[in-house]
């Protein structure tokens, strides 16, 4: 027998944007229905970023979303570039007024589901076969399977917070939807641990045998990432492969000092710089990683997909509880001005710290002028810290 719902908002996705999203609406008044084709478990269990802007911050404080995230999380007040083994320091605080937050997204995952459901959250896990129909209508519905019964939202909205790979962007007509993309030729090999980080702070590191970083998750457990081939396979790297190779990348003082220990996970991310224009149609609107991709480099994904929904959770509160339609209509033109500004800086910043194969000498070169430009310029390091604590959200 089919089983039909109905609710103002649809939400395709139950990862951190539509799980905040949700929460907003809750918040605001607005129902709505999050699906999600994996387990709760699964969402919860996802290794993914851990450096949160300060717009973030406030954002996640306003909603009453950050009781743990200010008692575990880390504020880092700047952060360390090093070419080789020369090291110069973005001090956040001083040149930007703000720094940001160092807290795991599997942490705030956890933090934001157990709130949806302690709010009676209407969250549906496991589900297959999503199908979007007449986004163009006034009443746009979703289909899918639960529990082998097919069943149907009714809803005035679809919002697509379903990833890169999900049904939301690929239900745009072809002739509307534009996409911009850059794949670089390498990946990220990261390696996560229950160590206590080498430093206090991230260390970007632009090596000749590579890009490095030094994270971590909490004051007990680090990640650490090494570039590596694009068709790598994690299963070649063994936990000694790993911080053996590490070392090699970074500064003696450094290396010495790294505490090693087993792996609690490894994992290799491809790195790509995407963006898909416009991020809605019709009834059917775009959010996170559905709508763009950035490279971790500035550890932007997450924070641009919280800007998403505050943005959306902002427009769709105008709209009903004034009837205005002003701000929905302008969401994605709204939300792509700052897309492109943050593409621009992984972009700069990726360009900037990782070892690309097809350099010539002359561009190794401006790699080195650019990084001594940062040093002696007190001007470009807060270039880079004005991006790096994020730039204005537009409500």
Known sequence: M???????????????????LSHLLYRAGIESIVLERQSRAHVEGRIRAGVLEWGSVEILRDANLSDRMDAEGLVHEGFELAFHETRHRIDLRGLSGKGV???????????MMDQRHRDGGHLRFNVSEIQIENPEGEKPK????????????ECDYIVGCDGFRGISRQSIPSDVLKTYERVYPFGWLGL???????????VYVNHERG?????????TRSRYYIQCNADEKVENWSDEDFW???KMRLSPEIAENIKTGPSIEKSIAPLRSFVAEPMRYRNLFLAGDAAHIVPPTGAKGLNLAIADVSVLAGAFDAFYSKGETGKLGVYSETCLRRVWKVERFSWYLSKLMHQFPDS???EKKMQEAEFEYIMQSESASRMIAENYVGLPIET
């Not at 937050?101 to 933090?111: A, C, H, P, R, S």
């Not at 979703?142 to 939202?153: A, M």
């Open 2 to 20: 089919a089983v039909t719902f109905k609710t103002q908002v649809a939400i395709i996705g139950a990862g951190p944007a539509g799980l905040l």
């Open 101 to 111: 937050m160092v807290y795991g997204q599997t942490e705030l995952t956890k933090d």
């Open 142 to 153: 979703l289909r899918f399977t639960e529990s082998d019964e097919r069943t149907t939202i």
């Open 192 to 202: 996560l641990t229950d160590m206590p980080p080498v430093l206090e702070e991230l």
């Open 211 to 219: 890009f490095a970083l030094c994270s971590m998750r909490s004051k």
């Open 244 to 246: 053996s190779e590490l």
């Open 360 to 362: 010539d000498p002359f």
